[in-house]
T-cell receptor
Framework: EDQVTQSPEALRLQEGESSSLNCSYT??????LFWYRQDPGKGPEFLFT???AGEEKEKERLKATLTKKESFLHITAPKPEDSATYLCAVRTGNQFYFGTGTSLTVIP | EPEVTQTPSHQVTQMGQEVILRCVPISNHLYFYWYRQILGQKVEFLVSFYNNEISEKSEIFDDQFSVERPDGSNFTLKIRSTKLEDSAMYFC?????????????FGAGTRLSVL
């Protein structure tokens, strides 16, 4: 059965304290791994797509990496405005499977 | 900036009633999706739609659900006879050209409450 698991469920960081979020997946025929940010009461906001092991993408303080079994979202020197839930999703065929997310709180 | 618009933001209905959730995708997008998120749980894929037909659907998307693109701008999700367990946030998403079809833009969602 295709599965996406994210850890930790929740993370509290001091402003400037770098860390990483993990997304592990077991799917057949991966056609893309996606990272989204979701703010309370809003829909997911696209951040990155990764397609093959070894691929990396960066945007401001965020960097996403991919291996054959997992992806990491690295957050460097986070700011309070980075507080949100970060979702990982994978595509297999034309279906998309989401993890339960990591709720990130950045304390000033 | 173009955005996906969903209406209503909150829909309250009685069990057994039909509901239609409406979405206006980004105007030049070709791929359309519906997802749901039960409170406190993960986002779940329901259906993808391309070229006026369903391209993929999940096990959740049973005969009680249907989708339609009645004109060039709207994309709707119909639930024929709502159940208590249909209470959730429903998100519509769209994506553009073949090269960018994995970049999905989500609406703010419709919260469906079934009483």
């Amino acid at each position: 059965e295709d599965q996406v698991t994210q850890s930790p469920e929740a993370l509290r960081l001091q402003e400037g304290e770098s860390s990483s979020l993990n997304c592990s997946y077991t799917v057949s025929g991966l056609r893309g791994l996606f990272w989204y940010r979701q703010d309370p009461g809003k829909g997911p906001e696209f951040l990155f797509t990764l397609y093959s092991a070894g691929e990396e993408k960066e945007k401001e303080r965020l960097k996403a990496t991919l291996t054959k079994k997992e992806s990491f979202l690295h957050i460097t020197a986070p700011k309070p405005e980075d507080s949100a839930t970060y979702l990982c999703a994978v595509r297999t065929g034309n279906q998309f499977y989401f993890g339960t997310g990591t709720s990130l709180t950045v304390i000033p | 900036e173009p955005e996906v618009t969903q209406t209503p933001s909150h829909q309250v209905t009685q069990m057994g009633q039909e509901v239609i959730l409406r979405c206006v995708p980004i105007s030049n997008h070709l791929y359309f999706y519906w997802y749901r998120q039960i409170l406190g749980q993960k986002v779940e894929f329901l259906v993808s739609f391309y070229n006026n037909e369903i391209s993929e659907k999940s096990e959740i998307f049973d005969d009680q659900f249907s989708v339609e693109r009645p004109d060039g701008s709207n994309f709707t999700l119909k639930i024929r006879s709502t159940k208590l367990e249909d209470s959730a946030m429903y998100f519509c998403a769209s994506s553009g050209t073949e090269l960018a079809k994995n970049i999905q833009y989500f609406g703010a969602g419709t919260r469906l409450s079934v009483l």
